[in-house]
């Protein structure tokens, strides 16, 4: 804070002395105002806080914001106080640059001391063993319970005062033991004045995300909704908007392939298939028909091939350009599928002789999310059908990973990609 202070002094002296080789009130002035709206603003946002200390690009972003903002609420209120001819521009404009440049190094120069004089972790852990599951805290000391003779008896002061000794200098206790004595530490460092956890892997087993206490019981919460509402909105927009155009752009193309399927043999336009889409609920994906009516699989056991017997004529020019695909356009317009997500399988595929599921229980957490028409894993290369397990677990890493880090930019960029992907197929 002491630096922080000194930079945005030292920013507005030099805008000064540049501006009237003086240190003059008004720059004095300057650096006063613009002074305590920063250190207000960064105190709430974290720039004084143990991340800030543990991340350089955290404590920079964090301090500049606060720069930036305090910078703007000066000028707003200068401007309708009328008092904007009381000081010059040109210095206010240098000084917050300046300022903004030495606070930069300043955090820069904070990291650098507060990792030579603390080593990789900021804060003190101490993991105590006690005959749990060995664990591995980057930066941590490790204290064996028993060669400490460290025991969690509530009824004997010489213990405890023994287990005080031990972390009072931590600022976080990790616990691993065996489940009949994790109440006892528990209790323990309740009254310890730190923050302790109890190493339980029924939390991994769960992959719970966070726990709370209601009406006398515990309860681990163990999925959280992958969106907040404003990124669902921004989503559907996108779906909307995109669908829309690309179905009225594409409706001629369209029109003529679902003549050319009704000329071949008389059939239905769109092969119609029951698939698993969010929330593991079936939902009906639109496709143009490729194959032959009374060969088609509708729970989609066998996969079609490139010399698929069960493919028209029709069929082979319209799956070669992925042009089949086009009418999930339509389920994304009604809402059962997205433009990007994991992609959408039959209930009976298969990878390795099993079902998606049975090769791994994960698979279902896919369905987080609306399917896409594409996705991460698509851009990757896992494309057409799966034959090995590995080619399944590859599939749903990239799902999993695209469920776990969405943003707007990430489904424009998969979009563009994949275009890239369509284009450099056809034309190779």
Known sequence: MLG???????????????????????????????????????????????????????????????LGLSAATVTFVTFYARSTDNYSRMVFTVGV?????????????MRRFVRWRCGVSVINQL??????????????????????????????????????MIIRNADRVVISSVPERRANWSIILKGANVAGEVVDDTVLELSAQGARIANGHGLLLVSVGPMGLRDRLQKRMLDAFVAGSALFLLSPILLLVALAIKLEDGGPVFFIQRRVGRGNRFFPIFKFRSMSVNKIGQNGTQSAARDDKRITRVGKIIRSTSVDELPQLINVLRGDMSLVGPRPHATGSTAGG????????????????????????????????????????????????????WSLWRDIWIMLMTLRVVVHDRAF
């Open 4 to 66: 922080d202070v000194l930079a945005i002094f030292a920013g507005f002296a030099i805008a000064g002395y540049l501006r009237a080789e003086t240190f003059t009130g008004a720059t004095a002035m300057l650096s006063q105002l613009v002074l305590p709206v920063y250190l207000t603003i960064a105190l709430y946002n974290d720039a004084y806080s143990i991340e800030s200390l543990r991340s350089t690009s955290h404590s920079a972003t964090r301090s500049l914001l606060a």
């Open 97 to 109: 640059v300046v300022s903004a440049l030495f606070v930069l190094v300043n955090r820069v120069a």
């Open 127 to 164: 993991v105590i063993d006690d005959g749990g599951p060995d664990i591995t805290l980057h930066g941590a000391f490790h204290v064996s319970a028993q060669s400490f003779a460290l025991a969690p008896v509530l009824d004997d002061p010489h213990a405890l005062d023994r287990i005080g």
């Open 354 to 405: 099993k079902l998606f599921w049975e090769v791994d229980p994960r698979y279902w957490e896919r369905h987080a999310l609306k399917p896409g028409l594409t996705g991460l894993a698509q851009i990757r290369g896992y494309r057409g059908a799966t034959d090995r397990e590995e080619d399944l677990t590859d599939r749903l890493y990239a799902d999993l990973e695209y469920l776990h880090g």
